[in-house]
């Protein structure tokens, strides 16, 4: 292996730990521009003001995630990927200094932009080194930083006075780096995209547009009934994409990868996050990063594993998350961090496995598809799992540390009863396709399986 291609994969592999942590960081709502917001000015409205703007990440990152996604494969990746570098910075720095709330929502806007055109970028050079153990450490991180992005953006939130020591430069640093090792790096672009390949991956941008507006519209004293209305019609909108893509010719993949993202989006972020408060209090971040680890490793199991047992993995891995959100319906609320882990673990570990197995066999195209119904799955999960919460909140109305406590459990119970059954039904969703391989096109873009077989076509490079 000649040094230019060393240089490649170790870009490849740092792009893969790095570029989806950092962008899973930039989703919490909750952050050191929160607390600057209140201590700037104690009127609630300013408050409120600063909490809104700084939950606008996310949704400018759902709907700038498939456009990048088809920028990625038209032209070449490691050019789109410093641009998404280049957003997300100025979004982080920008929000160091931003005194107002509308600076604060500009800054926010900025990084889940940036985020959303780093994402599909290092998939695709992950993708060009059509390696299974490369694309099972992107697909491990992913989970891990879905996992760990709020206890650790509460944790930096409630230091003291250290406003800077916030968990979201350092990524953004490495995935400088692993940008710059890329560049230098020989890299093998993937076949040329077609036109259907490209008109599918940007399928989810319209419903992701629909559900960021809504979204955000629904944070101005909707009830949170017609909140949670919005966030059952997203997931349907999600679900139903990946559900009409499995079997697509350009996007479709023997495994479901795109019904297998959604089960990333909606059961791991919405699921760990209510957990990650009294985390962050008592500064238990342990078991935040057993799960992580453990999403690491079960998308490195599913690398290893033989055809017939990534078939299994897919189903194996929503059977751990089901296992993991009963758990936390049994356990007390906030569970001690022994109990904790005994959630998060089994979560981490079931995702994760699910996911890289459902990625082995797949191409970019589906690859990408997916990656577009993940993030409104995401959000769909977000606004359950609040909304719920929010209406047991109004019912009761507590007064005390204890009733708010109580109020907040049960409607986290509520959220994981639904979880559970979600848990089936998209198990069910991703294997009924899998019983059967999608229809294949004449020429296809190799999956990170398909070994180092050489493409003279230069659509990505």
């Known amino acids: 292996m000649s040094c230019r291609s060393l240089i490649s994969v170790a870009g490849a592999l740092l792009l893969a730990l790095t570029v989806p942590p ?53 032209f070449p990746a490691r050019a789109v990927l410093p641009a998404g570098l280049a957003c997300l910075a100025a979004g982080l720095i920008g929000v160091r ?71 979201f430069l350092w990524p953004a640093a490495a995935a400088l780096v692993a940008a710059l090792l890329c560049l230098a790096g020989r890299n093998e672009p993937l076949p040329a995209s077609k036109h259907a390949e490209r008109s599918q991956i940007v399928l989810p941008a319209a419903p992701a547009a629909g559900l960021a507006f809504l979204a955000v519209a629904s944070s101005h004293d909707w ?59 008592g500064g238990t971040l342990l078991p935040f990063g057993a ?48 109990l904790l882990a005994a959630v998060l673990i089994p979560l981490g570990l079931g995702v994760g496995l699910a996911l890289a197995a459902s990625l082995r066999d797949a191409r970019a195209g589906a690859a990408l598809f997916g990656l577009g119904v993940c993030f409104p799955a995401v959000l769909a999960g977000q606004l359950m799992a609040l909304s719920l919460q929010a209406g047991r909140w109004q019912r009761v109305g507590p007064d005390t540390a204890g009733e708010r406590l109580s109020v907040l459990a049960g409607g986290y119970r509520q959220w994981l009863v639904l979880a559970c059954a979600l848990a089936v039904l998209l198990a069910v969703a991703a294997w009924r396709p899998a019983r059967r391989p999608p229809r294949r096109p004449a020429r296809r873009a190799a999956a990170p399986s398909d070994g180092a077989e050489a493409v003279s076509a230069a659509s990505a490079g």
């Open 22 to 74: 950092a962008v899973a960081l930039v989703l919490p709502g909750t952050g050191p521009h929160v607390l600057a917001a209140a201590e700037a000015g104690t009127v609630d409205a300013r408050v409120a003001g600063a909490a809104l703007a700084a939950g606008l990440a996310l949704p400018a990152l759902l709907v700038t995630v498939p456009l990048a996604a088809v920028l990625s494969r038209r």
């Open 97 to 167: 200094f931003a005194g107002t709330v509308p600076q604060v929502a500009a800054a926010r806007l900025l990084q889940g932009a940036g985020a959303g055109i780093m994402l599909p970028a290092s998939l695709v050079l992950v993708w060009q080194r059509r390696n299974r153990v490369l694309a099972a450490v992107w697909a491990g991180s992913l989970v891990a930083g879905l996992l760990v992005a709020t206890p650790l953006a509460l944790h930096a939130a409630t230091r003291a006075g250290d406003r800077a020591a916030a968990p």
């Open 223 to 281: 009830s949170p009934g017609a909140r949670l209305l919005v966030g059952c019609v997203a997931l349907a909108a999600a679900l139903g994409l990946a559900l009409a893509a499995a079997r697509d010719a350009a996007v479709g993949s023997p495994l479901s990868c795109a019904v297998v993202m959604v089960t990333a989006g909606l059961l791991t972020f919405p699921l760990a996050g209510p957990l990650a408060g009294p985390a962050a209090e």
């Open 291 to 338: 799960g992580g680890a453990a999403a690491l490793a079960g998308a490195l199991l599913a690398a290893a594993l033989p055809g017939r047992g990534a078939r299994a993995a897919v189903p194996a891995g929503h059977a751990l998350v089901l296992a993991a959100a009963l758990v936390a319906l049994l356990v007390p609320f906030p569970p001690r961090p022994p």
